[in-house]
């Protein structure tokens, strides 16, 4: 581990419907659904068939939600966001939790020890970094308030809760 405590073990069969992703990412819904419809970021766990279907995002899915907000939010170009998106893909879940992304602003750099970071500051490159481990803590406090259950989850979204609460009054 790059900074900090050992991260928690995760359950990566729990999925999470849209709008607790949205929550946990800190976006907005129609920033999801964009993404999703672009290919920045799909559903690993279910993606959208047809209106009225719910995709389901598995905890990594989120972790990259909010490194891709972050990551736009510092001035970072959305092609270079894919870019790195791309990188991460290709890595597990627990590989996520070693990486600091670093950029200057045009381009993002995968670090995955002190001394790379150092390097790349030493060679003026680095303006900011992410500490995805870090970004993993938030994403996994963010999610423990929302109970799950194996693949399904128990959350749900809010005209769900409106259909039940009408079926339930009659």
């Not at 581990?1 to 928690?8: I, K």
């Not at 907000?69 to 590989?95: E, F, N």
Request: with cysteine; glycine share 12%.
């Amino acid at each position: 581990m790059l900074f900090g405590d050992p991260l928690a073990e995760v359950d990566i069969a729990a999925g999470y419907r849209g709008p607790i992703a949205c929550q946990a990412a800190g976006i907005t819904y129609r920033q999801l659904d964009y993404w999703a419809r672009t290919g920045l970021v799909v559903p690993s766990i279910r993606g959208a068939k047809g209106s009225g279907s719910q995709r389901l995002y598995s905890f990594k899915d989120i972790l990259v939600l909010k490194v891709v907000k972050r990551l736009l939010d510092a001035g970072v170009s959305l092609q270079q966001v894919r870019t790195a998106v791309g990188q991460l893909a290709h890595r597990g879940v627990d590989d996520l939790s070693t990486i600091t992304l670093m950029s200057d602003g045009a381009s993002v750099y995968e670090c995955t020890s002190a001394d790379e970071i150092v390097d790349l500051l030493e060679g003026g490159q680095g303006v900011f970094g992410i500490a995805v481990g870090k970004v993993w803590r938030e994403v996994e406090g963010s999610l423990a308030e929302f109970p799950v259950e194996g693949g399904n989850v128990v959350g749900l979204d809010e005209l769900a809760d409106r259909r039940n609460r009408r079926r339930n009054a009659s």
